[in-house]
Nanobody, 124 residues
């Protein structure tokens, strides 16, 4: 059973930084892990992801301000956000992809496992 537990959210002032952590257990699918967020009244959006090799991708809206990292055994992943603005206020979710076998020996990964979310509130 895959479990993801976020920590590190809370109130922060504009211009500040925050580092979120996600404790991961039971995950064996060797796919991407990452962070999504959902602001009030908006759809959930991908902030960024990291694969098993440590390669990262980020949404254009946060590129240059966000760093996702993981420890060697992928038991913990992190989200560092700098230069926070009120637009970053959201519930942040840690997530992991599930690998599903397809035909001809191929497989696909898709977001399946989610944490409960942690609130980040940015104010001036």
């Amino acid at each position: 059973q895959v479990q993801l537990v976020e920590s590190g959210g809370g109130p922060v002032q504009t211009g500040g930084s925050l580092k979120l952590s996600c404790s991961v257990s039971g995950y064996k699918d060797n796919c991407g892990m990452g962070w999504h967020r959902q602001a009030p009244g908006k759809d959930r959006e991908l902030v960024g992801s990291i694969n098993s090799a440590g390669l990262t991708t980020y949404a254009d809206s946060v590129k240059g301000r966000v760093t996702i990292s993981q420890d060697n055994d992928r038991n913990t992943i992190y989200l560092q956000i700098d230069s926070l603005t009120t637009e970053d206020t959201a519930v942040y979710y840690c997530a992991a992809e599930r690998r599903e076998a397809q035909r001809y020996g191929l497989s696909v990964c898709y977001w399946e496992y989610w944490g409960q979310g942690t609130q980040v509130t940015v104010s001036s």
